[in-house]
């Protein structure tokens, strides 16, 4: 007659069951001072969906945490009951769990658990982040070397690196780049995308709180990346409307005819070092920092022409503060090394008297030669 084996007893040491009830009331401890923690009140929400994500960020916190004390919680206790001693055998091994059923069970359901219930809670919060009914505010966020352009529906030209937003008024916010991949991240509203070129993506928002909160890119995107900051401003719907209208009528003004002769040295240099010494220089065209020096503008024998091929003459340099410039160097008639992208006057904020200025201290560099 057949002899069955009895089923082999594992021994898992002395102390495993102490020392897992031990690890089970660490991690509530933990998961309990999670759950309580006011993630709002050191990075305020300033809506919806803030408060979702700032849940799952809790849930997932909650989840590593238990794997975290659990992996290293018996980690150290295996390396302490299961270490090698003076009197083992040159040839002993540590204790040899195979063919335990239970143990493969465990070990196999809860991450699985774990995870499908991760799954879930991160696809209903992204289903209600890309589906949110009705939106009232659809506009768009463009990112550039180094700015953020935004476009609204009411206004023919776009506005830089300050995004306006009336209070409970739901958004749809269409987002993208011009030249390189740039980010879109608002910390207060916990929303992010990357800004890819010729990749449209959405998000969907509810600014609840008035105030003023930060725009970061994420993304390396330039020599200039640190520098590559806006402001969103949540406004009433009063201040909102007021501030459309007054952009209206700034970009009705800002249309009209420029007068060149009026520009002035002094207040073109001092506005050069606000506005154009991140990409310029007052050094030689080859003395590039992002775009060609400017400090020879007139008199370069290997850049007769400006890079639109243009001539050096006070007008086509007005033309290029007006309308911006992206393209290779094609001065000289064929296609040379890029220069980057030289933003137009709303990106750097430029009225007519400003670019008289500008245009004015340009020229005036070379003449000080």
């Known amino acids: ?25 660490l991690n509530a401890i933990v998961s309990y001072l999670i759950v309580i923690f006011p993630i709002e009140a050191f990075v305020a929400e300033m809506g919806q969906p803030a408060g979702d994500i700032d849940l799952l960020f809790k849930f997932m916190s909650i989840v590593g945490n238990a794997i975290f004390f659990y992996v290293v919680g018996y980690l150290v206790y295996f390396s302490i009951v299961w270490r090698r001693r003076a009197t083992d055998a040159p040839d002993a091994i540590g204790i040899q769990i195979h063919d335990a059923p239970q143990l493969e069970l465990w070990w196999t359901i809860v991450p699985a658990v774990l995870v499908i219930l991760l799954a879930v809670f991160s696809v209903r919060i992204w289903m209600n982040l890309q589906n949110t009914l009705g939106d009232v505010l659809t506009m768009e966020a463009v990112g550039h ?9 009411r206004l023919k030209a ?39 070129p010729g990749l449209v993506q959405t998000l969907r928002f509810t600014p609840e709180h008035t105030g003023k909160y930060r725009i970061i890119c994420t993304e390396f995107c330039g020599t200039n990346h640190g520098n590559m900051l806006a402001t969103v401003y949540v406004d009433t719907q009063q201040q909102f409307g007021r501030w459309l209208a007054d952009q209206g009528k700034q970009q009705g003004q800002a249309s009209g005819t420029i007068s060149l002769a009026s520009g002035q040295v002094a207040a073109g240099q001092q506005l050069f070092g606000q506005k154009c010494s991140s990409c310029h220089s007052v050094g030689p065209f080859t003395q590039k920092i992002v775009g060609p020096g400017l400090g020879a503008l007139a008199s370069d024998p290997d850049h007769p022409k400006l890079v639109t091929g243009q001539a050096v003459n006070a007008a086509d340099i007005a ?3 007006v309308n911006g410039y992206q393209g290779p160097d094609n001065s000289q008639g064929k296609a040379g090394p890029s220069l980057g992208v030289m933003p137009n006057r709303q990106a750097n904020a430029l009225n007519n008297r400003d670019i008289a200025n500008l245009t004015a201290y340009v ?7």
């Open 1 to 25: 007659m057949a002899q069955h084996a009895a089923p082999r007893k594992i021994d898992l040491g002395p102390g495993f069951w102490p020392v897992t009830i031990g690890l089970t009331i």
């Open 363 to 369: 020229l005036s560099l070379n003449a000080k030669k």
């Open 145 to 153: 070397q180094f700015k953020y352009e935004f476009r609204y529906p």
């Open 158 to 196: 776009s506005v830089y690196d300050e995004m306006h937003l009336p209070v409970d008024t739901p958004v749809t916010l269409h987002v993208t780049a011009a030249d390189v991949i740039h980010s879109f991240w608002v910390p207060e509203m916990r929303i992010k995308a990357d800004m890819v």
């Open 319 to 321: 033309y290029i503060l």
